[in-house]
């Protein structure tokens, strides 16, 4: 695997893509603090921006399954290199509604990027190697969310604003740059395709019902969702409570450095146990660690929470990638990848919205035991589920 020219390709992008993403990311955050008071409103806006990739979600899915994923990668990529120059008009004139426009735009990027990089990666190795593709794949945007963040960090408190997105520029030009070393033969892939006439999400339901395996990990990738689509008000919150910018930088690095630690581990868990107790395991672990948010009063607890939480997802996430590139017929990888993205969105704009409403209302501790209650809740009835319907954990 380490000798595919391809596969360095993906992760050194995957890399460099995620400082770019991650340094306008903590400008966001930085942006939003000046000038939006509110945990509600700034749930708000970040929400707006992902409705944008839910509704351009089908679009990409057809052209992804119907046309080069290169070229839908290169496209994508020049889309969010012109992105940044909105967040610099935004920044020019303190602009809160370009702040907008320049999410719903970038989000809009990556609803094709994402499925497309997705839909690649099982191209370029063996399907042996693909739970440890996907593991370093993962471990690669971790990484550039460690050192992008602190760096990001540094960057605001020594300079303005504005550099930020002028490195999220430069990066995303990079990414730009090596996608057109990217090599992978699409040939077969774009004729059946075109021959079928890829349509829409219609045609992925009716295969979904065919594999009630990519179904059960579809509902299981709530559990986590709810842990990462309030991480960022989650982070910002503890930093408030305790009144310390720095604990902010150190529960993302405790929460990155799990996440590789587990993206490692999780190919010597796989070989020790089945796949489906194992994304079960996991599920219930997540659903614990959110309910001790409940002690978040307490500053140790907080880094111990968000260290296992990386460590978990770690594991969790590229087994769940491996299984739906397995199990879902390539031909469909385009438009399942958009459809799941799709998923993600919405799941993440209800718990955006729902954690600025609750960190408002009742504050971090209850909303972090209810999150946790109700994952475990969730968790359990469907493992009682397929008890029930005898299905088999052997997710293989």
């Known amino acids: 695997m380490w000798r595919n020219r391809n596969v360095w390709i993906v ?10 993403l991650w340094a306008g990311i903590i400008g966001n955050l930085a ?22 990739g839910v509704i351009v979600a089908p679009l990409a899915g057809r052209i992804i399954d119907a046309t080069s994923k290169k070229k839908v990668l290169i496209g994508s990529s020049i889309g969010r290199i012109f992105t940044v120059f909105v967040m ?17 735009l970038l989000q809009i990027a990556a609803a094709f990027f994402m499925p497309a990089i997705q839909s690649v990666v099982p191209k370029i190795v063996d399907k042996k190697d693909l739970l440890s593709l996907n593991g370093w794949h993962m471990n690669a945007r971790t990484l550039s969310r460690i050192v992008g963040a602190a760096a990001a960090g540094l960057f605001v408190a ?6 930020l997105y002028v490195v999220s520029l430069i990066m995303y030009i990079l990414v730009l740059a090596t996608l057109f070393f990217l090599q992978i033969d699409e040939d077969v892939v774009e ?10 999400f219609r045609e992925v339901l009716p295969v979904l019902k065919q594999y009630p395996v990519v179904l059960v990990t579809l509902v299981l990738i709530v559990v986590p969702i709810l842990f990462l689509g309030s991480f960022n008000l989650m982070i910002m919150k503890i930093a408030q ?3 310390s910018t720095s604990i902010s ?16 581990a999780v190919k010597q868990l796989g070989l020790r146990m089945k796949t489906g107790t194992m994304l079960f395991s996991l599920a219930l672990l997540i659903g614990g660690l959110q309910s001790l948010l409940f002690f978040s009063t307490i500053e140790i607890m907080n880094v111990i929470i968000f260290a296992s939480f990386g460590f978990t997802v770690g594991c969790f996430f590229p087994t769940t990638m491996t299984i739906f590139q397995k199990q879902m017929p390539a031909e469909y ?6 459809f799941r993205n799709m998923i993600d969105q919405t799941l993440f704009q209800v718990v955006l919205l729902s954690t600025g409403a609750l960190l408002d209302w009742v504050g971090l501790p209850i909303t972090g035991l209810v999150f946790g209650l109700f994952s475990l809740a969730l968790t359990i009835f469907f493992m009682l589920y397929l008890k029930t319907k005898k299905y088999s954990l052997t997710f293989d």
């Open 241 to 243: 409570m305790h009144d």
């Open 158 to 163: 020594y300079f303005d604003l504005i550099w």
């Open 31 to 52: 942006f939003m603090t000046e000038f939006v008071a509110s945990d509600f409103h700034k749930s708000v806006i970040l929400a707006i921006g992902m409705l944008a």
């Open 191 to 200: 004729r059946t395709s075109k021959e079928k006439e890829s349509g829409s």
């Open 249 to 264: 930088g150190l529960l993302y690095t405790v929460e990155g450095v799990g996440f590789m630690l587990g993206a490692i």
């Open 333 to 338: 990888h385009g438009r399942f990848f958009a």
């Open 11 to 20: 992760l050194i992008g995957e890399f460099i893509v995620g400082l770019g």
């Open 88 to 104: 610099f008009a935004a920044i020019m004139f303190d602009s809160v509604l370009l702040m907008i426009v320049f999410l719903v």
